[in-house]
């Protein structure tokens, strides 16, 4: 019969070392809370997940839940954090819920979700051959610093695990540490646990004391020993931003692999659930954010940030562009320096050039806004030329009203449309005027007091201001 599973995430830790008010699972990691990366990992080995809260539960909580995983989470909860042994001790009676009898019990910390899916299965696989009662993850590094280092015996077998707090210097020489991920018979756990005691410098219950405690039953404890990239877990600032190089080194080796083309790689970032069609070009220093979606042969231009928006087909985004919850159809030329706000909807070929600011409004096939101008809630239709300067007065302190331009519209330099306002088909605006009123297709509004000319005065002023001096 095979065993059973069960991933267990201890994440009721207090992030002291992170000095945050958020709890470290809780910060960004490409676009994600840690804890959903966490999750990912623990849902490869089962899709029983507990996951023991303590610092800021109710937030991880209503976190966990909005992510939907289609897996079966319980939560436990660590009162006061007393060590990572009492954290799984805290799991237990949610465990216990399964009416487990065979079972395999896989205990990580929220914050190391590093792992490679390939690297989970073959320790799981080395801990049910080996019939070990504990296999437990190794990593070997330079300086250990704060980790648990690996004690061996003389024919190379673990016989415990000591918490840097606690070692000797000869202990902390070992080069072997433990990278806190554990896989544990269930049986084993539930009657072993209980004899860890807390009789160590910091009065915590350490998971870790589960070794010798096995040694001493004689009983076999297997180890694997990973990449230390694997291993890394967050606990400082610093660890967050290594691990987030870490993730975007990964997603963006695969974009490339499928063909994006981004000559500097270091200097993008990808969050995860973003999608990219075939033959895309990023350039340097580009951020996509969020559920972004780019298509087929665009090009996106340096530095700009593009959040929750969809690219379409063969456009281009020149640099310094700032698109949040957009969509941009094909072959649509967009920036340098342009900004598209939430509910801009652009449909094909559509220019929206430098300074020109689009908010909730949808701009038709062949529209073009190339300068300097704000265009807010607003309907334009198609081929409708936007001058440069054009702002839509859309508010007036207490409402928003909605500006609506017929197809063929042409809009001179340094107009204002003052909302609610509908301009017909095919009209045209004169430059510099105040438009306040509807205008009918194909007319042309001009709003603006005639201009004057009084001959030779220039010079005459010129004359009179030198006398002067
Ligand atoms: C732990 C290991 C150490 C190992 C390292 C690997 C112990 C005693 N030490 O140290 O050997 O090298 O991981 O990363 O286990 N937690 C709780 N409740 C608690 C205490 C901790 O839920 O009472 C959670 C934390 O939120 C964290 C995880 O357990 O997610 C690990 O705790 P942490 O304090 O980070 O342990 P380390 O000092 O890193
Ligand atoms: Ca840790």
Known sequence: MSRERVSLVLAAGASTRMKSKKSKLLHNVLGRPAIYWALDQARWFSDRIVVVVGHQRDELMKVVADYHLDVDIKFATQTEQKGTAHAVQSAFH???KWKLEEA???????DAFLLQRETLEEFSKVHQST????????AVLDDAGAYGRIIRNERGQIERIVEA??????????????AGFYCADWN???ETLQSVSNSNRSKEFYLTDLVSLARNQNRLVQTLTIPYQESLGINTQEDLALVASIFQKRVNSYWMSIGTEMLSPSTVWIDADVELGQGICLEPGVILKGQTKIYSDARIGAYSVIENSEIGQSSVVEAYSHIKEARVGPQNKIGPYARLRPGAILDSE????????IKKSHLAEGAKANHL??????TIGKRCNIGAGTITCNYDGFHKYETVLGDGVFVGSNSSLVAPVTIGAGAIIGAGSVITKDVDPNAIALERSDQRELKGAAEKFRQRKKREH
Do not use: C, Q, W
């Open 165 to 178: 707090k606690e070692a000797s210097r000869p202990e902390l020489a070992v080069r072997e540490m433990n």
């Open 373 to 378: 101008s704000y265009v807010g809630d607003s």
């Open 131 to 138: 019939g070990s009662v504990l296999s437990l993850m190794t």
């Open 94 to 96: 949610e465990i216990e």
């Open 350 to 357: 559509v220019h929206v050039g430098n300074f020109v600011e």
């Open 104 to 110: 395999d019990i896989f205990i990580m910390g929220g």
């Open 188 to 190: 084993f756990l539930r």
